[in-house]
């Protein structure tokens, strides 16, 4: 930065001995001496430059690549409370546009900083040099644009937050509709949609537009002083040259130094809206930084291996929303090895039985234990790597099946991935997919059927092997036959393991050593599946729901909290 900034200055110097040696003088001597004197100062110049890119560059991306790194290992540890407060279109656009900005923003600060404060600062010198009142003539004017350079510093600042809340907007936008563009064109609100993103299109055109309206606003105001700057020299100091007291190669001397200087003046002026906007976008990112997650791991919590799976619920309550409880004061305990069913209506507490043993969330009173350990003093990766989920919800990665399968087992073979899927009956149709194991199932597997969806998470609980299973509607998706082939398999692999199953279709639980009755958030009946029917309470309600031709049971009230 420093050769850059001296070899500017240092062309401006030259200027004298050009013009009073060269020209006038008409020295030959150092005619051949100006011009190797100035090829050489731009050979100099531009291996500076590129030496001075490369660094600069390097420096700026690898902070911004560490932040990055922070920000995704943060967001990635978040609690699910927290994605469900923060649409994922709002958190990708932190992670992308606001980092983007703050890249902008620390390359153009360390470039203003080095190679332009110092060109400034040496082509200043080189003018104090030829004539100091001149110089302080030429920027008395400058000070007199701060004030308004800083009401435009807040305005960008105000703008560019602005858009970035708006574009965070848009991309939530964009990622339902193309998540959801089978529903969308079932609908047929193709229409709708357009509309919705016409209107976010055109507030970010808005306001991306008032931004660089904003900025500049900043030139005219730089170039008035500019040449002001400009004509005070050329009167004065061509004056002094008139009268004999300045020499035409000192004046053309200052007058390259004032026009070079110049220009890094405009980029230090330019950067403050530069900066501006980084600052906003930094804002953003370090409000997300600052979030804690409220599930973390106890600092004296202990690794666990293999777990022997008696779990128990000590008067457990949880609400997502305050003062509306869903678990109220719960107890329950289930036994190493034995097979569990919850059944009741949607939104009744089921599932949340299920995210609390999987320290998804914290229960707010009571405490849950794993063979007679708070599963608060148990670190979550140890925890989870005891549990196998397999829920309603199934999420299948942008990957290959086989990846799929043994996502979070990935030291298990092809033959233990072969093994998973024959057991979930998915074997047949993989082998019959263009390249078996290898094929790609697009986007959430898209690609797939809701039944080979489901398949696959099985099979990749299979392969897990844990010895706790949590299998909420495991098997809602598949048809008959299918689910008749995994349930032959699930039955195999519930042996000698805890096994807790959520189901609708009543039929897939009449087997489970015991089945609890959950309403309201209230374990309100427990028994096995003949016990339950004979006193003919909630559980015989529920039976006799399904056996009168409803495959699944609806809620009786309009909660639209998910269970």
Partial sequence: MMIVAGTTAG?????????????????????????????????????????????????????L?????????????????????????????????????????????????????????????????????????????FPTAILPLVKIGKKIRKVSANTQNEIGQFTTLLNETFVGIRHVKASGMEAYEKSRASILIEKIFTLVFRAARTKAAAYPIMETLGGTAIVI????????????????????SFVTALLLAYDPVKKLVNLNAQLQEGLAATERVFKILDIQPLVIDHPNATNINKVKGDINFENTSFSYIKNTPLLDNITLKIEAGQTVALVGHSGAGKTTILNLI??????????????????KEITMTSLRSNLALVSQDITLFNDTIAANICYGAPERSLTNIIQAATNAAAHEFIMGLPKGYDTIVGENGVKLSGGQRQRIAIARAMLKNAPVLLLDEATSSLDSRSERAVQDALSNLMHDRTTIVIAHRLSTI?????????????????????ELLELNGPYAKLYQIQFSGSQEIKSNDNSNIKS
């Fill in 233 to 252: 020299v050329i009167c004065y100091g061509g004056w002094q040259v008139i009268e004999g007291t300045r020499s035409t190669g000192t004046f053309f």
């Fill in 11 to 63: 062309l401006a110097f030259l200027m004298e001995t050009i013009l009073d040696d060269v020209f006038t003088a008409k020295d030959r001597t150092s005619l051949y001496f100006a011009a190797s004197v100035v090829m050489g100062l731009f050979v100099l110049k531009g291996l500076a430059t590129y030496g001075q890119t490369v660094i600069m560059s390097f420096v700026g991306q690898r902070i």
């Fill in 358 to 375: 999987s320290r998804f969330f914290d229960p707010i009173s009571g405490r849950i234990t794993l063979d007679g350990d708070d599963i």
């Fill in 65 to 141: 690549a560490d932040l990055q790194k922070r920000m995704y290992g943060h967001l990635i540890s978040a609690d699910l409370s927290f994605f469900h407060n923060n649409p994922s279109g709002g958190l990708i656009a932190h992670f992308i546009n606001d980092v983007e900005k703050m890249r902008g923003t620390v390359a153009g600060v360390i470039t203003a900083i080095g190679r332009d404060s110092l060109t400034l600062l040496f082509l200043i010198g080189v003018m104090f040099y030829q004539d100091w009142l001149l110089t302080l003539a030429s920027f008395f004017a």
């Fill in 510 to 530: 009449q087997s489970a050593d015991l089945i609890h009755v959950v309403d309201e958030g209230k374990i309100v009946e427990s028994g096995r599946h003949q």
